[in-house]
């Protein structure tokens, strides 16, 4: 069954698997996705907005906080290199992490409190290619509830390497991160946030707590720790 875009599935087969087979049943993809599938950028962001609505308590899909598929829809274009996606069986979406490199306006209005994620636009926004120091945004790392009895560490897993894989493409791209932000949403999220040495610095517009750090003092081992 088809609920806001996101499946419900049976995990029967799956869950008679070792972990070890389980997390080459769950593929990570980018943009190259959306091709594949033959999807637009809107159908896919009404995708993750489910996601988004399963995941985080009290969130709805009329949440003033969340964004609408045609808002988010440009800003994912734009930032294409920023988000990546966690598909179960090359059909459904089941997690993903998405960033955004933003302006120093934009920095400036977060730092505030004033910067709600459903208002980010393109012009808030930094290609990674631009010269200068960028300073990143984590905006969402989860997973759908639905998956989360049997494969909640098998897709944490799957997150964490793909934002590693993340972090060495822009290293070796000579991409210079100046500091990083991210929201803490959930319990799970301040935990990493705390994990990786940010420290909370305000409050997001839309409610929780904002965290920071510099990019050079991020314990990434904190998220190696997971993959082991």
Known sequence: MLVGGVHK?????????????????????GVEWIFEKNLTYVSLLKRLIALDVAS???MDFDDPA????????????????TWRLII??????????????????????????????????ISDVRKLEEPG?????FIFIGRHPDFETKFARTLFVKLMESILNFKQKIEDNGVKIKEVFANGQTEEGVLLCRHLGMAQIGEISQGGPLFHAPYSELNW???RIYRS
């Open 88 to 121: 179960y069986n090359d059909m459904c979406i089941v997690a993903y992490w998405q960033l955004v490199s933003l302006s120093p306006s934009a920095i400036s209005r977060l730092k505030r409190g004033i910067l709600r994620d459903s208002r980010i636009r």
């Open 133 to 137: 120091d960028h300073s990143l945004y």
């Open 9 to 29: 599935l049976r995990h029967s087969r799956l869950q008679e698997r070792s972990t070890a087979e389980l997390i080459h049943t769950f593929e990570e993809k």
């Open 221 to 223: 081992g904190a998220v």
């Open 56 to 58: 985080i308590e009290g």
């Open 66 to 81: 969340e964004g609408t598929a045609k808002q988010w829809a440009p800003v994912f274009e734009y930032s294409n290199d």
